[in-house]
């Protein structure tokens, strides 16, 4: 789709260096939902702009602001929409989307549309690559990989604000649980083996 390539051009230029919010992630969300879509009856070019615009406000981490990354992404997307020529309801459920996807709102999507992205999101937090931007956004915040004391968070509660491994707990082994669609759990149950058997091999290390 033309539109969809307009899009990504654009997205490439707004994005910086993030590792973790890069346009390599945008285009490894985007190859996720385009393997949901093709299970679930729905407007593909609305599913995937939804994609390529979900991160063009990324804050850091370490930032109070980064709750509202989706939500500013969601108020910016609908500029560029309408640029293209979208429709008020097509600007509604595409920005709606960006809004909700993201794990700090807590809130299960309203729409399919919603519900995939946030699922297309969330598997590129688990497995390898998941592993692979745990660590960069680490390094990004000078956050240690873990407590010496309780690496694994057995007597205490995980603070991944202080520690790389406590968000393994924080988030990523809850996300399997947290998919919105049949394909989505499948990968994902793939995907949290994987961030399982890292954390068994890290423990015989450590």
């Given at each position: 789709?033309?539109?969809?390539?307009?899009?990504?051009?654009e997205?490439i230029?707004?994005?910086?260096?993030?590792?973790?919010?890069?346009?390599?992630?945008?285009?490894?969300v985007?190859?996720?939902?385009?393997?949901?879509?093709?299970?679930?009856?729905?407007?593909?070019?609305?599913?995937?702009?939804?994609?390529?615009?979900?991160?063009?406000?990324?804050?850091?981490?370490?930032?109070k602001?980064?709750?509202?990354?989706?939500?500013d992404?969601?108020?910016?997307?609908?500029?560029?929409?309408?640029?293209?020529?979208?429709?008020?309801?097509?600007?509604?459920?595409?920005?709606?989307?960006?809004?909700?996807?993201?794990?700090?709102?807590?809130?299960?999507?309203?729409?399919?549309?919603?519900?995939?992205?946030?699922?297309?999101?969330?598997?590129d937090?688990?497995?390898?690559?998941?592993?692979?931007?745990?660590?960069?956004?680490?390094?990004?915040?000078?956050?240690?990989?873990?407590?010496?004391?309780?690496?694994?968070?057995?007597?205490?509660?995980?603070?991944?604000?202080?520690?790389?491994?406590?968000?393994?707990?924080?988030?990523?082994?809850?996300?399997?649980?947290?998919?919105?669609?049949?394909?989505?759990?499948?990968?994902?149950?793939?995907?949290?083996?994987v961030?399982?058997?890292?954390?068994?091999?890290?423990k015989?290390?450590?």
């Amino acid at each position: 789709m033309d539109i969809l390539n307009s899009i990504k051009n654009e997205v490439i230029e707004i994005l910086d260096n993030d590792p973790a919010h890069d346009f390599d992630h945008v285009m490894r969300v985007y190859n996720n939902a385009q393997k949901i879509v093709k299970k679930e009856k729905v407007n593909p070019k609305l599913v995937l702009s939804a994609v390529l615009l979900h991160d063009i406000v990324s804050y850091p981490k370490s930032s109070k602001r980064s709750k509202f990354s989706s939500i500013d992404s969601a108020k910016k997307s609908k500029i560029i929409l309408k640029k293209y020529g979208f429709s008020k309801e097509e600007i509604i459920i595409i920005s709606n989307a960006i809004a909700e996807h993201s794990f700090a709102q807590n809130k299960v999507p309203q729409t399919l549309e919603g519900k995939i992205l946030q699922d297309a999101d969330r598997l590129d937090a688990l497995g390898a690559i998941g592993i692979a931007r745990v660590f960069a956004t680490s390094g990004s915040l000078n956050r240690p990989f873990y407590n010496i004391d309780d690496p694994f968070c057995i007597k205490r509660n995980p603070d991944d604000n202080l520690w790389a491994v406590d968000h393994f707990f924080n988030k990523l082994l809850k996300l399997e649980s947290m998919m919105n669609t049949k394909s989505g759990k499948i990968e994902a149950k793939k995907r949290t083996k994987v961030l399982k058997e890292f954390l068994k091999q890290l423990k015989d290390e450590v």
